[in-house]
């Protein structure tokens, strides 16, 4: 039996036994950071910790509390909550109880929220707040099945407390200490019996179009993967985890059980403009991201470095362009010889530039940051190559809901830039005839809830998920995803164009971009829609006398503004085939978000929803069109 077979048949039933083993091996070791703002209100947060044990006993005390409220196995529990350690440690609870997660965006409205839960048949609710609460309290008749509440922050009205419908969750836990007084073997005998076939996670797609579907996710693709994760040697015991991703999301749900194999230290904090406030503090080796942090990122230093003065953004500019080439060199050399190096030039140039712009940039990271991990949509290779070069590798790794997340990953010595890597250990690829990507391997779905026939369009008798997306596979095992195969645009004329491709080299272009979308579907040339970063921009027009003190909206539709965008275009252009050209665009008046419906929790573009929603301008740049 070689390593990879070993891996699969040996995997453990559930993540609540590898909870159990890592707070028998490391009890005192201190597992989850999070932090907690001064009772004053002003001044630093006060970042505190628990340990394997100490987790485990709120872990436990929710598990029983659940029971002792009549939770089944396999009955679903949803969270309503942003990501804090409140999450994972209910999370965890519901799975101890041999109940199974329903995982709800907080930003979802309440028509969404009522669908979801109806749909997945949700039992109890833990909802981090009276917001969270608000949208399931007016729809209580349409959720019968719903007995409870249970509020995270805040306190309970006697109104939603009197017939027992919501309690806090430290009364749950309260009850579940009482359980266990009571039923001492019960989180015991609750584990030992859970299959690994028994339903785990419900996570509903944020779909970029049409309703949700709920991916059914059983036990042991968690605990597969997370000794699959171990396996790779990306994070070690003494490793320090930034988590500041959705925990609603399949990318921040697989942390979770990866951070029990490993039992390293995972420091939470959801609150996503704090992320730059906290890595100093925090000072992680490793974090996981989307593209669009780190394109906040470098837009937020070049932009720094412009309003520096004209000198200190051309070394910027010769910084940034040195680190590009010198990472495509090393990686060019690690892949020809196995050892990445640089002609003595690029090395010398490398090395003054890292004392002038990297090292800085490095420091900003909390000066320990051994790599990055992004996923959930592709980075642009610019950027990409821009990071590595930076001495802050961002390994590029893929996966959908329906895989639970980890199915590729670049690794530390063998990265490859533009490629989301090789498989993980237990994983099969395969590309199909007209270039899709297909997968198996035990952390597949078992299929979305109540859903058989769009289950078969996806997923084979023999275990191979259809994912939709476009790839290439190289000789030695790395892949690179080239487009959504439903996203491909086939212009009147005939050519294929991916979009993507597109759009991300005009982020690594362009550091006033937030969105752009690329459209040409049936059409002879192609266009853009473009959003720009407000912060950004706004500090570029107070370097402009006529717009400076100005509305963001009068800014964004100055003649100057347009001219700015103009120039990258035509230099996005240089690169294109003439038939991937942009032969016209529009700036739109505010960034896209997830309020508006054009962008999904995980922050990717609603194609279908944008287009719709800006038709009109669309149709404008097309009026009069002839072949050009």
């Not at 080439?325 to 003054?352: C, F, I, M």
């Not at 008046?589 to 309020?595: G, K």
Request: glycine share 8%.
């Amino acid at each position: 039996m070689n390593d990879t077979q070993a891996l699969i048949e040996n995997r453990p039933p559930s993540v609540a036994t590898l909870l159990q083993d890592r707070v028998a091996a490391t009890p005192d070791a201190e597992a989850y950071r999070y932090p907690v703002p001064p009772s004053s209100g002003e001044g630093p947060d006060e970042w505190r910790s628990y340990t394997w044990s100490e987790a485990a006993e709120r872990i436990h005390a929710t598990a029983a509390g659940l029971m002792e409220l009549g939770v089944r196995p396999e009955e679903r529990v949803g969270i309503a909550c942003s990501t804090r350690v409140e999450w994972m440690l209910c999370d965890l609870g519901i799975l101890c109880a041999g109940a199974a997660t329903t995982t709800v965006y907080p930003s979802t409205n309440a028509g969404e929220t009522v669908f979801i839960l109806s749909d997945s048949g949700s039992r109890v609710l833990i909802a981090e707040d009276e917001t969270q609460l608000a949208k399931v309290r007016d729809q209580r008749a349409d959720l019968p099945g719903l007995a409870h509440v249970v509020l995270i922050d805040g306190e309970v009205s006697d109104e939603d407390a009197r017939d027992g419908w919501a309690l806090s969750l430290a009364e749950l836990e309260r009850r579940g200490v009482a359980y266990l007084a009571e039923h001492p073997e019960a989180i015991r005998e609750t584990v030992a019996s859970l299959r690994a076939d028994q339903l785990a996670t419900l996570i509903y797609t944020s779909g970029t179009t049409g309703r949700p579907k709920g991916v059914r996710l059983p036990h042991d693709a968690w605990s597969f993967l997370a000794k699959s994760i171990h396996a790779t040697g990306l994070i070690g015991p003494e490793d320090v985890q930034y988590l500041w991703l959705p925990l609603a999301h399949v990318f921040g749900k697989v942390l979770i059980s990866e951070h029990i194999e490993v039992g390293h230290v995972m420091a939470v904090d959801g609150r996503v403009d704090r992320i730059i406030e906290n890595l100093p503090v925090v000072r992680p080796t490793t974090m996981c991201g989307v593209p669009r942090i780190f394109e906040k990122v470098y837009n937020g230093v070049a932009q720094k470095a412009r309003a520096g003065g004209s000198a200190k953004y051309k070394i910027f500019q010769w910084a940034a362009e040195v680190a590009r080439e010198y990472a495509k060199a090393t990686q060019d050399s690690q892949r020809r010889t196995g050892e990445a190096t640089a002609p003595t030039g690029l090395k010398v140039k490398h090395a003054v530039a890292d004392r002038l712009v990297y090292s800085k940039l490095r420091e900003a990271f909390g000066g320990r940051m051994r790599g990055c991990i992004s996923g959930s949509a592709a980075l642009a290779p610019e950027l990409g190559y821009f990071f590595a070069g930076a001495g802050i590798p961002v390994l590029e790794a893929y996966g959908l809901t329906e895989t639970s997340a980890a199915s590729f990953i670049n690794r530390h010595e063998t990265f490859r830039t533009g490629t989301v890597g090789r498989p993980f250990p237990g994983n099969e690829v395969r590309i199909a005839d007209d270039g899709e990507i297909l997968l198996r391997g035990p952390a597949i779905m078992q299929g979305y809830h109540g859903l058989p026939e769009q289950t078969a369009q996806v997923l084979e008798e023999d275990g191979w998920l259809h994912t939709g997306d476009i790839g290439e596979l190289s000789e030695d095992g790395y892949l690179r995803i080239t487009d959504r195969k439903k996203d491909l645009i086939k212009t009147s004329g005939g050519k294929y164009i991916a979009p993507a491709e597109i759009e991300g080299r005009f982020k690594a272009l362009c550091p006033y971009v937030s969105n752009i979308l690329v459209h040409g579907a049936a059409r002879n040339y192609c266009t853009a829609l473009i959003a720009l970063d407000e912060p950004t921009l706004q500090t570029w027009a107070d370097d402009h006398e006529n717009l400076k003190g100005k509305p963001y909206a009068e800014i964004v539709a100055s003649e100057e503004v347009r001219r700015l965008i103009e120039g990258y275009v035509a230099e996005l252009n240089e690169g294109l085939q003439r038939w991937q050209t942009v032969k016209k665009f529009r700036v739109l008046p505010r960034d896209l978000d997830i309020e508006h419906g054009e962008l999904t929790p995980s922050l990717k573009l609603k194609r279908a929803v944008v287009e719709r929603e800006y038709g009109p301008l669309i149709e404008e740049m097309y009026e009069g069109a002839r072949e050009q």
